[in-house]
C-alpha cells in the first residue's frame, strides 16, 4: 500500500488542481456570456444587412459588384477560425477533422487562431498567413486580416473564399462549419436572410439613395467584414463554452479522485494503527 506521505502529498496536488480549474471555469463562463450575447446580436444584423443587399442585387439587371464576380481560375482559400489557447475539450480537434475532410489540400490557408498551426502543417496543409486576436473582436486588429483577404481576391490571386468555424449552438453543443465567404452570391444572402425571418413581415419597403449600383458597391465591403466578424464571434462563443464544460468536467473529476486518494489514505492509516497496535500487543505478552 502507498506511503501515507505520498498520499497526502498526491490529494494537496490534486486539491491545488481543482482550485485552478475551478477559478478557470468562472472566468470562462463569464467571458462565454459576453461572447455569446455579441454572437446571437450579430445574427440579426446580419440577416437585415442581407434582405437589403438581397433587394439591390434584384434591382439590378445584369450586373455583378466585384465582391460578387465568380472566377473560372485560380486556388481556392480556406480561412480557419480556431483558438489561441488550448482546454476547451475537443473544440479544435473537431475543427480540424473538418478540415481535413472537407478542404483540398492543395488550397492555401490562413488561420485565425494559432493553436492548430502545427497540425496542419503536419497534414501537408500550406499556410499562407497566420493572426491571432485577443478576448475582445475588435475591427482594428481584424483590418489586416480584412485587407489580406480581399486585396488577395480583388487581384485574382484566389477565385474563392471558404470559412471553417464553429457555430455556437448552445453552452454544450458547438458544431464545425464551412461558409462561402467571397464571392457573395445571391443564394448565400437570401440564406442569410431567411435565418432570421420572422422579424421581417414582408412589407419592406427600400428607398434607394443614390443608385442601386453605388450602394451595392459601397455596402457589400461592409456585409463582407461583417460577415467575417460574426464566424470569428461564433468561434468565440464556442471557445469559452467549450473551456467551461471542460473546466467543470475537470474539477468534478479532480473532486472525485480526491475523495478516492482520502479512502485510500484512511485504509493506509488504519491498517498503520493496527499494526502499531499489534506490535504494542505482541511486545507487551512477550515482557509478561
Known sequence: MANLRDIKRRIKSVRNTSQITK???????????????LAIQGRSYMSALAR?????????????????????????????????????????????????????????YVTIGTKLNSQLTRCGRKLAA??????????????????????????????SVRVVYQ?????????????????????????????????????????????PKALLNSILPLYFGHLLVQMILEGKASEHSARMVAMKA??????TLIGELTLEYNKARQTQITNELLEITTAMKAME
Open 167 to 211: 457555430k455556437f449552438i448552445n453552452i454544450m453543443v458547438q458544431r464545425p462549419q464551412i461558409t462561402s465567404l467571397l464571392p457573395i452570391t445571391t443564394e448565400e444572402l437570401l440564406k442569410v436572410a431567411e435565418q432570421n425571418e420572422q422579424e421581417d413581415d414582408g412589407t419592406s419597403n427600400f428607398l434607394l439613395e443614390p443608385s
Open 130 to 159: 497566420t493572426f491571432a486576436i485577443g478576448e475582445t473582436v475588435e475591427e482594428p486588429e481584424l483590418k489586416p486580416i480584412f485587407d489580406f483577404v480581399r486585396k488577395s481576391y480583388m487581384d485574382g490571386t484566389y477565385k
Open 52 to 108: 437589403v443587399l438581397k433587394h439591390l442585387q434584384e434591382t439590378i439587371t445584369g450586373t455583378a459588384a466585384s465582391l460578387m464576380a465568380t472566377r473560372d481560375t485560380g486556388k481556392e482559400l480556406i480561412i480557419v477560425v480556431s483558438t489561441d489557447r488550448g482546454l476547451c475539450g475537443g473544440l479544435n480537434s473537431n475543427l480540424l477533422r473538418e478540415v481535413l475532410t472537407s478542404c483540398p489540400q492543395e488550397a492555401d
Open 23 to 37: 477559478a478557470m471555469q468562472m472566468v470562462a463562463s463569464a467571458k462565454m456570456r459576453r461572447a455569446q450575447d
Open 250 to 255: 475537470a474539477t468534478e473529476n479532480a473532486k
